[in-house]
């Protein structure tokens, strides 16, 4: 909380000497990694998207923000054992990245930056979902209802069209899932964490 306040006020302190502020819209492609707190499940990466507006600061010194309201999809697959079907866990969750970037130009017309900060997710519709326990995998999966993570990345500014990539790390657990009574006595019943970690790449377009 600490942290959120000081970025607050940064926030309000950047926005007293801003310069121009650009509306947009902002959309992209999310690669999702999740893992399990068991090692001997394995998870594959499916391909989310992303879309909502967003809105720039800049200061005329490099120095400035973004922050954007995002509705996004991602899902992952958990293998099956035992020759039984996989799962497929999906989320759908409105999340609001903020982040402190710094920009170089390149001329008048384009320049590069790098970006950090935080993001927050609030997860929408049904947070639990039941399977079938002949899958061999999972009977449940829970989400949280809000998730924290962090974004770190880089990107290049054209015009009016921004391109940038990120690489976004889950901070604490995105859920748990309950494993099937049909797997061995060692886990069947049990509660594994997991946690999302996932690489975006993102187009937004400045109005």
Known sequence: ????????????????????????????????????????????????FFIGPTVK?????????????????????????????????????????????????LGSLASIFVFAGPQFGFNLGSKNTNYDETSGTISEWRLRDANYSV????????????????YNVGLGKAGEATFSNSIDAAVKGSKKDCNAKSFQLAVAYYF
């Open 151 to 166: 974004n770190v990345g880089a990107g290049v500014l054209l015009g009016s069209i921004q391109v940038s990539a990120n």
């Open 1 to 48: 909380m600490r942290k959120f306040l000081l970025l607050a006020v940064l926030m309000a302190a950047l926005s007293v000497n801003a310069q121009s502020i650009k509306l947009g819209i902002k959309g992209g492609l999310d690669l999702t990694d999740m893992t399990l707190s068991k090692d001997d499940f394995s998870s594959s990466n499916r391909t989310g």
């Open 57 to 105: 600061l800049s200061t005329g010194t490099g120095l400035g923000f973004d922050i954007s309201g995002l509705y996004n999809h991602r899902s992952f697959k958990v293998d099956g054992v035992d020759g039984h079907e996989s799962n497929t866990l999906k989320q759908n969750q409105f999340i609001v990245p903020v982040n402190v970037r710094y920009g170089f130009g």
